[in-house]
């Protein structure tokens, strides 16, 4: 549901990948890359059926009104593969509604998985509990979380959060004093940090 | 913070505006157009010296580290202006970290003023109470709310809410089967709902 990304840095992501799993209609523009999906998964009306009949890759058909094809991929994903981390590209861009949407799901739901989305501006981690992000000196960088109750404590920001709440607005004009940052949650109430690559240069 | 608008509804919006206010560095953009904003908003550290010192515009400085330039620029309307609606466009696009901050601003903030945001794929209405929005039919709508205490109730949608409560990813697949649909909430917490335009053909 979002635009297919233009910037090296997700081409290269799926060119690289070691198992690539599609939403439906993106399996459309798998012809961009140089790899094949091994698996398609969604409600699959949206995939042309030229190229659902020329590629390999498995599908896998789900109704399910209630969830989108993200949402759908990944609640697939979590009962029948053992996987420690997921990127995901080309989930933002075109309709806003499916971008606000396919990122706010990620902090409603959890995953055994680590996941980190990659677009062509930028990048989400998804937090939990703590981790360390290596960030570029004066790196825009924002914190999201819609649980009032979870507490953050940051290292390496210009504007400290020690023990603090946050919510989807008022923790967006963040930026990186040093290389590496850390955070740490008090609740395992999923945190999304975005780190702006304004200085990509492709 | 966001692109300025590509396509002829927002510009046009521009156009036949009676009285503009410009978040700083939009500012720069506004040359796009055959008008100058009435009013600059911000911290103004990101305008143009040459544009500050050939336009009319009268400018407001604001520095508040804890607030972005729209929330400055809507919080000084709120004090200093008597307005019934105000149309928002721009702050979409571009970082997207700033594009869900926006947005999602306005999910927990309350103005006395009407709003809309006209973005150049969609339309967003901040609506609290009721209201009844023109649509055509099949148009793809989306409703987002932070509070699952909220209520909604929906005429006219594939999808109807009889007394239900959403959240930021759940209601996004819906589509307008009347060409007018109505929304009526229980409690006084801002619903977001955006309308995607696809049939605009500029």
């Known amino acids: 549901n979002g635009s297919f990304p233009k910037k090296n840095r997700p081409l290269q992501i799926i ?75 080309g989930i933002t861009g075109l309709r806003e509604d499916h971008t606000l949407g396919n990122i706010a799901s990620f902090l409603y739901n959890k995953y055994d998985f680590e996941i980190e989305i990659i677009t062509d501006t930028g990048h989400f981690y998804i937090i939990r509990e703590f981790k360390t992000i290596q960030t570029s000196i004066g790196q825009p960088i924002s914190l999201f979380c819609i649980d009032e109750k979870q507490r953050i404590t940051t290292e390496g920001l210009k504007y400290k959060l020690e023990n603090d709440s946050i919510n989807l607005y008022n923790a967006t004009l963040n930026i990186a004093e040093k290389e590496q940052i850390t955070i740490s949650l008090k609740l395992d109430v999923p945190v999304l940090v975005y780190l702006y690559c304004e200085n990509e240069k492709n």
Do not use: F, P
Request: aromatic share 6%; proline share 0%.
């Open 15 to 89: 060119n690289d990948a070691e198992y690539i799993i599609c939403c439906d209609g993106a399996a459309n523009s798998m012809y961009k890359t140089n790899k094949e999906a091994d698996i398609i998964i969604g409600d699959l009306d949206s995939i042309d059926s030229k190229y659902l009949k020329n590629v390999k890759s498995q599908t896998i058909s789900i109704e399910n009104q209630n969830d989108n094809d993200l949402r759908k991929a990944l609640n697939w994903i979590a009962k029948n593969i053992k996987v420690k981390k997921i990127t995901i590209i």
